[in-house]
């Protein structure tokens, strides 16, 4: 099993542009999570899908963050402006109903100058 | 929302020492649990607690459920290199108001 596929690894780009981060979870798993992860906020849950539908949202920062999540083998993250507070570690994870059983990608670097 | 507070921030061990690091909350959680993430790489599951006074292990690895709810620990017995990392403690109700605290960082000399 590939495991979680996160791309890019990493990402640099200037401030006011369109960021989309991707994300293969592994096969049959039918909950995605996508993470924030700063030094100052730690990891913080932005969304929640289960069978490809968004369950709760709530730590979405800003109407400028959008996630979708079109088939059960493929995710997106989009930023849009993107703004130099948004540079972080953005991770995805996948599960099969039970959240502590959750298995994390390798990650998205994001750096926004 | 609900918030857990880990200690200590970061450790420096020398290798073969063991480690004891806690997690503590103002609410109480059903379910806690323990995860490393090693640089680079995403979190990993360590340990899952589900009862109150529970005590797991997992080889050098032992995590206890406070019988309180609102806290656990995790010891490392023997420290080897290689569990050089930040290992976070994570609450959970049943599906919902899922938190992670904010990490332990863990340094092995050798």
């Known amino acids: 099993d590939a495991g979680v596929i996160q791309s890019p690894r990493h990402e640099v780009t200037e401030m006011g542009q369109e960021v989309t981060l991707r994300c293969k979870p592994i096969?049959?798993?039918?909950?995605l999570f996508w993470y924030r992860q700063t030094m100052m906020r730690g990891l913080e849950l932005l969304i929640y899908?289960?069978?490809?539908?968004?369950?709760?949202d709530s730590g979405m920062p800003e109407d400028r963050f959008s996630a979708k999540m079109p088939n059960a083998s493929f995710s997106t993250l989009k930023i849009q402006p993107s703004e130099p507070r948004d540079s972080a570690v953005y991770f995805c994870?996948?599960?099969?109903?039970?959240?502590?059983?959750?298995?994390f990608g390798p990650g998205t670097r994001l750096l926004v100058l | 929302g609900q918030q857990l507070n880990q200690s200590p921030q970061s450790m420096f061990i020398q290798e073969g020492e063991d480690v004891s690091m806690n997690c503590t909350s103002s609410?109480?959680?059903?379910?806690w649990l323990w995860y490393k993430q090693e640089p680079g790489e995403g979190p990993v599951l360590l340990i899952a607690?589900?009862?109150?006074?529970e005590l797991t292990s997992n080889g050098r690895l032992t995590a206890q459920f406070g019988i309180t709810r609102k806290d656990s620990f995790l010891n490392i017995s023997a420290s080897i290199p290689s569990d050089v990392g930040i290992y976070f403690c994570?609450?959970?109700?049943?599906?919902?108001?899922?938190?992670f605290g904010p990490g332990t960082r863990l340094s092995v000399l050798p």
């Open positions: 994570a609450g959970d109700n049943y599906g919902q108001n899922f938190v």
């Open positions: 994870a996948s599960t099969n109903d039970y959240r502590e059983t959750q298995y």
């Open positions: 607690l589900y009862k109150a006074g």
């Open positions: 096969s049959g798993h039918n909950s």
């Open positions: 899908f289960n069978n490809n539908v968004p369950i709760d």
């Open positions: 609410s109480i959680f059903n379910t």
